[in-house]
């Protein structure tokens, strides 16, 4: 096996090892939560909905590409890369704007009751099911150049004009101002709910000053009310480091995409799709911790779920036979 090869199979492999347990582990204790009090808060769901993105970004793309690069599976034919390329973008997106989502609606959380700002945050968490049936659709539809464009290695290399290397794939676009006006719409799909997303990260720093300065009397009198506040300082900093991670990493995602659509080469390198799918895809294996860290109801039931297996076995020991 080509040390190139091997080195690409292990890092998928990092991501895969991490993200996929990780993402299961967020939805189980989401599910485990659901079924123990029946209702799950809005904020909470979109983190279910963000772990189910991000278990599809790593399972599809860095367990196959994993599988792929050290030639356990091979399932890159034209299909395998149409399906592939289509459900990591489709999913991949699905993400970015889930955290968007996240942190508008974290920072929505401060506004004042009686507020037009509470009344907004009132109708996202009514109509949360048909946000995201809304970004499903969006999502969607724009990943639907990845069915028309995407083929695999095995085809005739004559008709790899201003194609995209995706090393065991190829994204063909039939001109260099499709390919160029497809690269732009996915940049503006990445860069708005990132600006967006920043904006609302902003404001949820700067509410947390002063929420913090508010209520720092309060806390002393009020027991009950400092455990609140504390409670959601917690979630409205988990908000905001999982928006700086996005931004970090798919900022150099993004730069690398920029490069693609700008070099002079009709096909530009894999290793340039490698770096962008790994920084795209660390995201998505990264995020699950971020959000075991720092969510005590996820964490508290994993514990639970942990703890209760020795006892369970301590006392089918101790039992009669």
């Not at 199979?9 to 895969?16: A, E, I, P």
């Not at 599976?73 to 889930?98: E, P």
């Amino acid at each position: 096996m080509p040390s190139e090869e091997f080195v690409r199979g292990m890092l998928y492999l990092s991501l895969t090892v991490v993200g996929v347990p990780g993402n299961i582990a967020v939805i189980l204790a989401f599910l485990l939560l659901l079924y123990q009090e029946k209702l799950l808060l809005p904020a909470d769901a979109i983190v279910l909905h963000l772990a189910c993105a991000n278990l599809l970004v790593v399972g599809v793309r860095c367990l196959l590409e994993t599988l792929a690069s050290f030639h356990l599976a091979d399932i890159f034919g034209d299909v395998g890369c149409k399906a592939v390329i289509f459900i990591y973008r489709t999913s991949r997106s699905l993400s970015i704007w889930l955290t968007f989502v996240l942190s508008a609606y974290q920072s929505l959380s401060f506004a004042p009751p009686g507020s037009r700002w509470a009344t907004i945050r009132a109708m996202v968490a009514h109509y949360l099911g048909f946000v995201f049936l809304f970004l499903w659709l969006l999502t969607t539809n724009m990943s639907v150049a990845a069915i028309l464009f995407s083929f695999s290695t095995q085809n005739d290399s004559s008709l790899i004009n201003h194609g995209i290397n995706v090393q065991f794939c190829y994204v063909h676009f039939p001109s260099k101002l499709s390919k160029q006006a497809n690269g732009a719409a996915q940049v503006t799909r990445d860069v708005v709910p990132m600006a967006l997303m920043t904006v609302a990260s902003l404001i949820i720093l700067v509410l947390l000053y002063k929420h913090s300065r508010q209520v720092k009397g309060i806390r002393n009198s009020n027991a009950g009310s400092g455990r609140s506040g504390r409670a959601e300082q917690r979630a409205a900093k988990a908000v905001v480091a999982l928006v700086t991670l996005y931004v970090v990493l798919y900022g150099v995602d993004n730069g690398l995409w920029v490069y693609t659509l700008t070099v002079r080469r009709t096909m530009t390198s894999s290793l340039i799709s490698d770096l962008r799918i790994f920084f795209s895809s660390l995201y998505a294996a990264l995020s699950p911790v971020v959000i075991i860290v720092s969510n005590r109801k996820v964490n508290g039931r994993l514990r639970c779920a942990v703890q209760e297996k020795p006892i369970q076995e301590k006392t089918t020991s101790l039992s009669p036979t």
